[in-house]
């Protein structure tokens, strides 16, 4: 804790009085642009990642990154998504993975969560992800981490479009959905290409999508109070 205190202590007598402009405009009200739900991993920092600033992401974090499929029942994470697509009218929804993901490798040896529940439970979302890697290879092993950490990122994007007010949003052409995995130990990211379903490097996506190019270099802190 007296890591944490020493760093509010900094953030209110260092940082906050440099931005402060910034924060009373987002005192009133926020209006973020993209909804990133990513991993709980304490390794992950969304807006280190993306050098996005306050204000910039509104986020989700859960154990695995997963988005339940729709249903009646409210839990947090389809609210979260509710309210962002729908009130706040976010342009875009990155579900972001990461390597060594301490979920996927729940979800690859279910047997060793006999004593977590509810975490079992939780990763019942990413079944039909291990079901697929574990056809292709006639079973599932270590070495294959790295493979189902992509098909859970792209099982979540399916799951995104049982959700009514994504589905509405995407068939206006108000929402755009991406996959992405980041590596930690490399700082690298990887985008997932639906209409080659491939991953390739943030680079690669970058330079093909100059308006992408464009919005991103304009919320970056260096070009102003965001």
Same mark, same amino acid.
């Given at each position: 804790?007296?890591?944490?205190?020493?760093?509010?202590?900094?953030?209110? +007598?260092?940082?906050?009085?440099?931005?402060?402009?910034?924060?009373?405009?987002?005192?009133?009200a926020q %209006? *973020?642009? !993209?909804?990133?739900? +990513?991993?709980?991993?304490?390794?992950?920092?969304? %807006?280190?990642? +993306?050098?996005?600033? *306050?204000?910039?992401?509104?986020?989700?974090? %859960?154990? @695995? %990154?997963?988005?339940?499929?729709?249903e009646?029942h409210?839990? @947090?994470?389809?609210?979260? !998504? &509710?309210?962002?697509?729908?009130?706040?009218?976010?342009?875009?929804?990155?579900?972001?993975?990461?390597?060594?993901?301490?979920? !996927?490798?729940? /979800?690859m040896?279910?047997?060793?969560?006999?004593?977590? *529940?509810?975490?079992?439970?939780?990763?019942?979302?990413?079944? /039909? /992800?291990?079901? +697929?890697?574990?056809?292709?290879?006639?079973?599932?092993?270590? &070495?294959?981490?790295?493979?189902?950490?992509? &098909?859970?990122?792209?099982?979540?994007?399916?799951?995104?479009?049982?959700?009514?007010?994504?589905?509405?949003?995407?068939?206006?052409?108000a929402?755009?959905?991406? @996959?992405? !995995?980041?590596?930690?130990?490399h700082?690298?990211?990887?985008?997932?290409d639906?209409?080659?379903?491939?991953?390739?490097?943030?680079?690669?996506?970058?330079?093909?999508?100059?308006?992408?190019a /464009? &919005?991103?270099?304009?919320?970056? *802190?260096?070009?102003?109070?965001?």
């Amino acid at each position: 804790m007296r890591k944490l205190l020493a760093g509010v202590y900094k953030f209110k +007598t260092e940082i906050f009085p440099e931005r402060q402009e910034l924060f009373t405009e987002l005192s009133s009200a926020q %209006n *973020p642009r !993209i909804l990133f739900i +990513t991993c709980s991993d304490s390794r992950i920092d969304p %807006n280190l990642v +993306t050098q996005a600033a *306050p204000g910039d992401l509104f986020i989700i974090r %859960n154990a @695995g %990154n997963i988005v339940p499929p729709h249903e009646r029942h409210a839990g @947090g994470t389809t609210a979260a !998504i &509710e309210y962002a697509v729908s009130a706040l009218r976010v342009k875009h929804v990155v579900v972001c993975g990461h390597t060594d993901c301490g979920a !996927i490798k729940g /979800a690859m040896a279910p047997e060793d969560l006999a004593e977590l *529940p509810h975490t079992s439970d939780w990763l019942g979302h990413t079944l /039909a /992800a291990v079901a +697929t890697v574990r056809a292709r290879h006639g079973g599932i092993r270590g &070495e294959h981490l790295s493979e189902l950490t992509e &098909e859970n990122v792209v099982l979540q994007l399916r799951h995104l479009m049982t959700h009514p007010a994504v589905a509405a949003a995407i068939a206006s052409d108000a929402l755009e959905l991406h @996959g992405w !995995i980041y590596d930690i130990g490399h700082g690298d990211i990887r985008c997932y290409d639906e209409r080659e379903r491939r991953w390739r490097s943030v680079e690669d996506v970058y330079r093909e999508q100059p308006e992408l190019a /464009a &919005e991103i270099a304009a919320n970056l *802190p260096e070009h102003g109070d965001h």
